[in-house]
């Protein structure tokens, strides 16, 4: 029961205005989880009844400051483990096919500020031709917008980019169950990973690792991208030793759709990156989903970012050449170099890939 009065409140907390039971159960269904409206309406009651909502009329319900102390101080042990579900439950209802190319994926979400939007745009394309992240598409939300089911709060834009754990999704169609391990820091030196300086289990976790570690300020994407020397997210995982073969093969199929990301697979039972393998299983690394967050986050562009928002369809997203053009920017040569520091991202002097037509 704790763990569903978790999912209603964080949905309350993170839709941006007051919500119906429909439009809650629609949320909750998107993850995993199905309730009817009526055993939604019956929660909403008890959180009235606690102090954790209040009602808006007939906009529905939205969430007070106790219900929002209680989300982030309360439910301690009902949170752990919550991210592997999530994970295990997003992987079971995304549906993209490599083969064809459609379907739905797992999407990261960014928040940058409106007025730091240009910034922003000005950064991504270089970020997303590296290998460090999924896939170069995106989709873009402007404040007062929906993106899926998600209201854009004012102020904000929102960048949705591929999250990594699309790839469990298409593994386990294909019939190759996939553990999620570990989220940590991958060193890289000369454009190249060398290992793991940390790792977090996500079994032991309420929040998704890479937040954590986007936050903590470990990251130094942008060295990595641009000077080859840095600190990148990467997951690591488990398959059975027996489907490393097929695994590398869709690999192969996504690589032909514009997958970018770094994704290493290593030999049956050895350590990959320096972190141990599972007897009979082998390890893969995924370098790619939440580093364009942690990249905007040291520029600082980001006012938050979110693993694991949300399902949408593939086909659906586009080059940031598309959306430059659909939100009226127009785009320039990319920079050869990059700057000494952040603050420089920022600089007059430092050549935009972007300009407001």
Do not use: W
């Not at 929002?68 to 549906?95: C, H, P, Y």
């Not at 083969?99 to 270089?126: C, F, H, M, W």
């Not at 060193?187 to 954590?212: H, M, Q, W």
């Amino acid at each position: 029961m704790n763990r569903l009065v978790l999912l209603i409140l964080t949905a309350l907390n993170s839709g941006g205005k007051p919500l119906s039971s429909r439009e809650l159960a629609t949320r909750l269904a998107s993850q995993g989880v199905s309730l009817s409206e009526r055993t939604v309406r019956y929660y909403l009651k008890k959180f009235d009844e606690d102090g954790f909502t209040e009602g808006c009329a007939r906009k529905g319900r939205r969430i007070t400051a106790k219900g929002r102390q209680e989300l982030t101080q309360g439910f301690v042990s009902e949170r752990v483990g919550f991210i592997i579900n999530k994970i295990n439950n997003l992987a079971f209802l995304a549906d993209f096919d490599p083969d064809t190319g459609r379907g739905k994926v797992i999407l990261n979400v960014t928040y940058v500020p409106e007025e730091r939007l240009q910034e922003a745009l000005n950064l991504l394309p270089s970020l997303l031709r590296s290998p460090y992240t999924l896939s170069d598409r995106i989709v873009l939300a402007r404040s007062g917008e929906c993106l899926g089911d998600l209201l854009i709060p004012d102020g904000l834009s929102a960048i949705g980019t591929l999250c990594s754990i699309t790839l469990n999704s298409i593994l386990l169609k294909a019939g190759i169950p996939v553990s999620t391990k570990f989220g940590g820091i991958v060193k890289v030196r000369n454009s190249k990973p060398v290992g793991f300086s940390s790792a977090i289990s996500y079994e032991g976790s309420s929040v998704p690792p890479l937040e954590i570690l986007i936050k903590s300020g470990m990251t130094d994407v942008l060295g990595a991208i641009f000077r080859g020397t840095g600190k990148i997210l990467g997951s690591f995982r488990e398959i059975p030793a027996d489907s490393l073969c097929e695994a590398r093969k869709i690999h192969e199929k996504l690589k032909k759709l514009g997958c970018r990301s770094s994704i290493f697979f290593g030999q049956p039972g050895e350590p990959l990156l320096g972190l141990p393998v599972t007897d009979g299983k082998a390890g893969m690394v995924v370098l790619g989903g939440l580093n364009p967050s942690a990249a905007l986050e040291e520029a600082g562009l980001a006012s938050d970012s979110s693993a694991l928002a949300l399902l949408y369809d593939y086909p659906a997203l586009s080059s940031v050449e598309t959306l430059a053009g659909l939100y009226g920017f127009e785009m320039h040569a990319a920079p050869s170099s990059y700057p000494q520091s952040k603050d420089a991202l920022r600089h007059p002097d430092y050549p935009p890939l972007l300009v407001k037509v």
